[in-house]
C-alpha cells in the first residue's frame, strides 16, 4: 500500500506530464502498473561525484517527454505514478544503511505487484531492488548494461561500491548477470568470470557495436524472469557525456533499444532501473535521454508483458 511506501520517500515531481483520471495520490498508485523512485545516492562514488542530482535531472526531464510514441502509441494509459525520491539524506555516507533501505521501500512495492522503475544514484542501489524481486521471482536472472563489470569483491573500502554491485548480486543474492557494452574489466573481474562461467555472460562492446549476431545468444543466458539494470555509462560518451566515468567505444541509442525490444519480447521483464546519470549543468540533453530510454522501456513493458 502506498502509505507502507510513503514512510520511506519525500515528494517529487511526477515522471511525465501525462493526463490522467486519478482521484487522489491513493488512487493512482492503486490503478498504476508502473510506480517510479528516485534514489539520490552517490556515496561511494570515486572520480565524479554529483549522480545523487539523477532522479530530479531526470523527473524534470520528462515533463518534456511526447505521450505518444510513433511505435507504442499512448504508453502512459497503462499508469505511471512516482512516489518520491527515497529520504537517505541522514544516512549518506553508510552505504550499507542506505542498500538496506531501498531494499525495504522496494519490497513494498514488488509486493504490491508493481514494475518498479528506480532512478538512480549511483549504481550500489539496484543490490537492494534486486534483493526484493529475487525474494518474489525465484529463477531471476539480471540484464546489465554497462562499460564495465561491476565484481570487485570492494572497492573504495566497502563491499557495497558501486564497483561491486554485480558481485553482490552474484554472491550474496545467487542471480545470474549477463552484461552488455562492457569495455573496461579489470584482473580481479576477469578471474572472477573465469571462476563463475555458468553465473557470469559478458558481451563486450567491441564485439556487438556493429552487428546484431550475439541477440538471441545473450537472451538465451537469460532465466524466465529478467531485472534490467541500466548504467548510463554503457553508452556512447557522444550521447551520454553526463556520467562519473565516460568510456570512448559504447553504445548508441538504436543498437541498445533493438536489444532490449528482443529482450521484452522473449522473457518477462519483472522491474527496471537506471542508473549513473550525472547531470552536467547547461547540458540537458543526457538528461532527456534517460526520461526517454525510462518511457521506451515502461512500453515494452506494456506491449510484451502486460497486453501479450
Known amino acids: 500500500m502506498l502509505n507502507n511506501v510513503r514512510r520511506h520517500v519525500l515528494s517529487s515531481l511526477q515522471f511525465g506530464a501525462f493526463p490522467n483520471e486519478f482521484k487522489n495520490e491513493s488512487d493512482a498508485y492503486k490503478r498504476s502498473k508502473v510506480i517510479i523512485m528516485g534514489v539520490p545516492f552517490d556515496g561511494t562514488a570515486t572520480y565524479q561525484t554529483g549522480t545523487k542530482m539523477g532522479p530530479n535531472a531526470i523527473l524534470n526531464a520528462s515533463v518534456n517527454i511526447e505521450p505518444y510514441d510513433e511505435e507504442l502509441g499512448e ?10 525520491t527515497l529520504n537517505i539524506e541522514e544516512i549518506h555516507t553508510v552505504p550499507e544503511k542506505v542498500i538496506e533501505t531501498v531494499y525495504r521501500a522496494s519490497k513494498e512495492i514488488v509486493k504490491d505487484g508493481k514494475f518498479l522503475v528506480t532512478l538512480g544514484g549511483e549504481h550500489s542501489i539496484s543490490q537492494g531492488i534486486i534483493r526484493a524481486y529475487k525474494e518474489k521471482y525465484k529463477r531471476l536472472s539480471i540484464l546489465q548494461l554497462d562499460a564495465h563489470l561491476d565484481l570487485m569483491e570492494q572497492f573504495g573500502g566497502t563491499r557495497c561500491s558501486h564497483a ?6 552474484v554472491e550474496d543474492l545467487k542471480c545470474k548477470v549477463t552484461s552488455f557494452g562492457v569495455r573496461v574489466v579489470s584482473r580481479e573481474e576477469q578471474n572472477f568470470v573465469k571462476k563463475n562461467k555458468n553465473a557470469i555472460s559478458v558481451f563486450y562492446a567491441r564485439d556487438i557495436h556493429n552487428n546484431d549476431n550475439w541477440h538471441e545468444e545473450a537472451i538465451d543466458t537469460l532465466d524466465d524472469y529478467v531485472y534490467i539494470t541500466l548504467d548510463v555509462d554503457g553508452l556512447d560518451p557522444s550521447i551520454m557525456p553526463a556520467t562519473g566515468t565516460p568510456v570512448p567505444g559504447g553504445l548508441g541509442w538504436y543498437r541498445t533499444v533493438d536489444f532490449l525490444r528482443k529482450v521484452y519480447e522473449n522473457r518477462k521483464v519483472v522491474g527496471l532501473d537506471l542508473v549513473e546519470l550525472k547531470p552536467n549543468p547547461g547540458n540537458e540533453s543526457p538528461n532527456f535521454l534517460s526520461a526517454n530510454l525510462v518511457y521506451k522501456n515502461i512500453g515494452f513493458y506494456k506491449k510484451y508483458t502486460l497486453l501479450s
Open 75 to 84: 504508453i502512459y494509459t497503462l499508469g505511471i505514478f512516482t512516489v518520491g
Open 164 to 169: 561491486s554491485v554485480s558481485r553482490r548480486v
